[in-house]
């Protein structure tokens, strides 16, 4: 199945007066990676976040925001006051006296600070906070992947038309292909009895076929033809539909290897209804590499 990289999952809740909100973006990259921001009092929770995210998320740059606003109990139970009073009264005076009364205080940012929570409330909220974060990364990562898969799909469409066409082109080489050694024979009886007729000779068939005996093993294609057919057959299933794992590199490597095949048989091949084939070739493989990066 094609999926895009890029994509973005929101998901927020509210339990015993508290508010949880959980962001997740993707954007390309050619590994895993994965970025999580965590509240404070939340922290221990990165290397399990970071894990269920690598478990949905195969490939990609992965930005994960956490949001955590305590409130009801939970904010009563753990807050430190004489700390929140001595952190509130430093704040207030390092504001002009103008400023005091039309002050407002943000209760995460206040939370955030070192000795307003104890040290045992932390731990309580980190088991309380667990169960309602990691449900809300699933559903995120869900919407994330709900993207990633209806942008898959103009990847995959645009993946197949460029597969069209080197199937066009690979059919074209193999019918000229033959072609190629009797155009070279013609052409190199037409010069060796011009040149030959000056002295009053004639070409030799057995030289002119050896000749061209040599021309034919030198540029047959013939297994540069098979090993891309093959190639496009392979490419064929991973953009499928039915295909069940994560494209992006399989099919980086089948570019390469389609890329690898087409210029030896332009470098075998002097037949220029080839060589012009080669090059549409050519321009189509730069493409699905473009698509290839682009997929998971």
Sequence with gaps: MIRSMTGFGAAAADAEGCRFAVEVKSVNNRFFKATVRLPEELSTLEAEIEAAVARRLGRGSVMVLVRFVPGGAVAAAEVNPDAARTAL???????PVE???????????LLAVPGVLRTDGVE????????????????????VLEMRAREGE????????????LRD?????????????????ERLRTRMNTLLAEVGAVAAETDLLREVAVFAERSDIAEEVARL???????????????????????????QEMLREANTIASK?????????????KTSIDRIKEQAANAE
Excluded: N
């Excluded at 009264?89 to 504001?95: C, E, F, I, K, P």
């Excluded at 991973?238 to 590199?249: D, K, L, Y």
């Design 89 to 95: 009264t430093a704040l207030l005076a390092a504001l």
């Design 124 to 143: 309580k909220i980190v088991e309380f906070a667990r169960p309602v974060v990691l449900r809300l990364l699933d559903e995120a990562c869900a919407r």
């Design 169 to 185: 082109a690979l059919s074209d080489i193999a019918r000229l292909a033959p072609q190629a050694s009797t155009a070279y024979q």
């Design 99 to 109: 400023l005091r009364d039309r002050a407002t205080v943000d209760l995460g940012a």
């Design 154 to 165: 103009s990847i995959r469409a645009e993946l197949s038309r460029h597969g069209a066409i």
């Design 229 to 255: 057919s093959g190639h496009l057959e392979q490419f064929d299933g991973v953009i499928s539909p039915a295909h069940p794992e994560p494209a992006g590199r399989t099919l980086d490597f089948l570019s």
């Design 269 to 281: 091949s002097q037949d220029v209804g080839i060589a012009r084939r080669v090059v549409e070739m």
